[in-house]
């Protein structure tokens, strides 16, 4: 069984930065952060993932992204420290695809001819990526797994089960 993949083909026209496409985050419609949070149970148990298209490669980088996120929660932790937590991540794990710290860069087939002006926009659209996502993880972690309308102060023991699982045995 192949791993999903993104349904937010090139073919939508995005402006596209050392393969990863900005594709607009909105909180209102379904976008690539909530393709993510739908996405990343399954694919978690995947060893190999094909990239189809750009969209697949801001997945990867999405499921990993919120593979660290979960590593951060404890079953301790409450919501509103969560929040901060991730928050002060998603700022401080500025290390995008292209840059020399990059462990992925192989793998995102990273260009070399990219300017610094494009390379500084890919920055500031990873980083609203990354606390956009955190935000939308953090209501799906704290509710309740029975009645999902219900928000909690302890993480769901559902969500914290895949922080032992990896990726394609990879990390951020």
Same mark, same amino acid.
């Given at each position: 069984?192949?791993?999903?993949?993104? $349904?937010?083909?090139?073919?939508?026209?995005?402006?596209?930065?050392?393969?990863?496409?900005?594709?607009?985050?909105?909180?209102?419609?379904?976008?690539?952060?909530?393709?993510?949070? /739908?996405?990343?149970?399954?694919?978690?148990?995947?060893?190999?993932? *094909?990239?189809?298209?750009?969209?697949?490669?801001?997945?990867?980088?999405?499921?990993?992204?919120?593979?660290?996120?979960?590593?951060?929660?404890?079953? $301790?932790?409450?919501?509103?420290?969560?929040?901060?937590?991730?928050?002060?991540?998603?700022? /401080?794990?500025?290390?995008?695809?292209?840059?020399?710290?990059?462990?992925?860069?192989?793998?995102?087939?990273?260009?070399?001819?990219?300017?610094?002006?494009?390379?500084? *926009?890919?920055?500031?659209?990873?980083?609203?990526?990354?606390? $956009?996502?955190?935000?939308?993880?953090?209501?799906?972690?704290?509710?309740?797994?029975?009645?999902?309308?219900?928000? $909690?102060?302890?993480?769901?023991?559902?969500?914290?089960?895949?922080?032992?699982?990896?990726?394609?045995?990879?990390?951020?």
């Amino acid at each position: 069984m192949p791993a999903y993949h993104s $349904t937010f083909i090139d073919t939508f026209n995005f402006k596209v930065i050392n393969n990863i496409p900005l594709i607009p985050l909105d909180t209102n419609q379904y976008d690539i952060t909530d393709e993510v949070l /739908d996405l990343f149970k399954a694919n978690t148990f995947f060893k190999n993932f *094909e990239f189809l298209n750009n969209s697949d490669r801001l997945l990867t980088y999405g499921i990993l992204y919120i593979n660290s996120l979960l590593l951060i929660l404890n079953p $301790t932790l409450n919501k509103n420290d969560a929040t901060r937590k991730f928050y002060n991540y998603a700022i /401080d794990n500025n290390i995008v695809p292209g840059d020399v710290n990059f462990k992925l860069n192989s793998m995102f087939m990273i260009q070399s001819n990219v300017n610094r002006s494009d390379l500084e *926009e890919l920055k500031q659209y990873l980083q609203a990526f990354r606390i $956009t996502l955190a935000n939308k993880l953090i209501s799906k972690v704290y509710t309740d797994f029975k009645d999902p309308m219900v928000v $909690t102060d302890v993480p769901n023991k559902f969500w914290l089960q895949f922080s032992k699982r990896k990726f394609m045995n990879k990390s951020l």
